[in-house]
């Protein structure tokens, strides 16, 4: 009975270590979950918006449009503000968007490390 309570109080401490950290407020690297919307001259614009889904997005991976990911640094969750980012030219999931500066309302729901 006694080794099989260690056993169980071992995959216990085990199972607890692989859980994530969540974090205070997003730094590089870390995988954040937030909900966006965007606008361009204040009208949405197709495919710019989570629709309150949220979207996991590791900070620092680049996968967004250049200096999204970097304005997000330092916010908390809860956290919501209004980030200003320039579409590449040419941008070809929006030629209309290409070399455009456009808003993006976001909100972090989640950050963890």
Known sequence: MKKLFIALCTIFMLVGCAQKEVADQVEN???VNLDFVGTFKGVEF???NTNG?????KIGSHSFVDDFEEQLIGMKVG???TITVTFPDPYVYNPDL?????????T???INR
């Open 108 to 110: 972090i729901n989640e």
């Open 29 to 31: 690297g870390d995988v």
């Open 46 to 48: 197709e495919g710019g």
């Open 53 to 57: 889904e949220g979207y996991d997005l």
């Open 79 to 81: 956290d919501t503000k």
């Open 98 to 106: 290409a070399g455009q500066d456009v808003q993006f309302k976001v």
